[in-house]
């Protein structure tokens, strides 16, 4: 079993959609979330970072982590086309990014 | 683009030949990483590196070699790439001691024929 499973989808939603993407691991050591967005044919980059449970957010992106059940989500409101790409959630036992796990990230399509 | 290269972008070659890519930074940072990502697992960590001359195996090192003679650049080795080492290389370096983020170079097309 993998530490972080992620559906790969792919997704594809109308634009103006909510948009819900998640995660569950199985680590309790993981105490740190991050969502990264890749767009074709290029590396990740840093979307959300969230520590331990709650909720973060950031214009039309919300992040929600909730450690009872191992379980986090990146929530996308008024979805648009420029929001195509794959998301990657990614997790650490602590705050400095030296070692991160991935999941295997989610395909998503918004379509105008 | 937090000054990462890699180099060669796109490379085709043959099963049994040996491979080196090269990832280079302009910043200093201490921490530099290379991932591989394939279709249904995402990325994977297979080497990474914590200063000059210091690394260590990630998940997937077997098959893999790094080194690190140099602050900016860290070289990822196939001695004798097979098929299975088809991928898209990744390389990554840990922001300053106050950063919680990694950062990712373009990345690298790796087909062994």
């Known amino acids: 079993q993998k530490e972080v499973e992620q559906d790969p989808g792919p997704l594809s939603v109308p634009e103006g959609a909510i948009v819900s993407l998640n995660c569950t691991y199985s680590?309790?050591?993981?105490?740190?979330f991050m969502w990264y967005r890749q767009y074709s044919r290029k590396g990740p980059e840093l979307l959300m970072y969230?520590?331990?449970?709650g909720n973060k957010e950031d214009g039309r992106f919300t992040a929600q982590v909730d450690k009872s059940s191992k379980y986090i989500s990146l929530f996308i409101r008024d979805s648009q086309p420029s929001d195509s790409a794959t998301y990657l959630c990614?997790?650490?036992?602590?705050?400095?990014?030296?070692?991160?796990?991935f999941g295997s990230g989610t395909q998503l399509t918004v379509l105008p | 683009d937090a000054g990462i290269t890699q180099s060669p972008r796109h490379k085709v070659t043959e099963t049994g030949t040996p491979v080196t890519l090269r990832c280079h930074q302009t910043?200093?940072?201490?921490?530099m990483y290379w991932y591989r990502q394939d279709p249904g697992h995402g990325l994977r960590l297979i080497h990474y590196?914590?200063?000059?001359?210091?690394?260590d195996k990630g998940e997937v090192s077997d098959g893999y070699s790094v080194s690190r003679s140099k602050t900016e650049d860290f070289l990822l080795t196939l001695e004798s790439a097979t098929s299975s080492q088809t991928s898209v290389y990744f390389c990554?370096?840990?922001?300053?001691?106050?950063?919680?983020?990694?950062?990712f170079g373009p990345g690298t097309r790796l087909t062994v024929l």
């Open positions: 910043e200093n940072h201490r921490y």
């Open positions: 969230t520590y331990s449970s």
């Open positions: 990614a997790m650490s036992a602590d705050g400095s990014a030296r070692q991160l796990t």
């Open positions: 990554a370096i840990k922001g300053g001691l106050a950063s919680n983020e990694q950062f």
């Open positions: 680590n309790s050591a993981f105490q740190y």
């Open positions: 590196s914590y200063g000059v001359k210091d690394t």
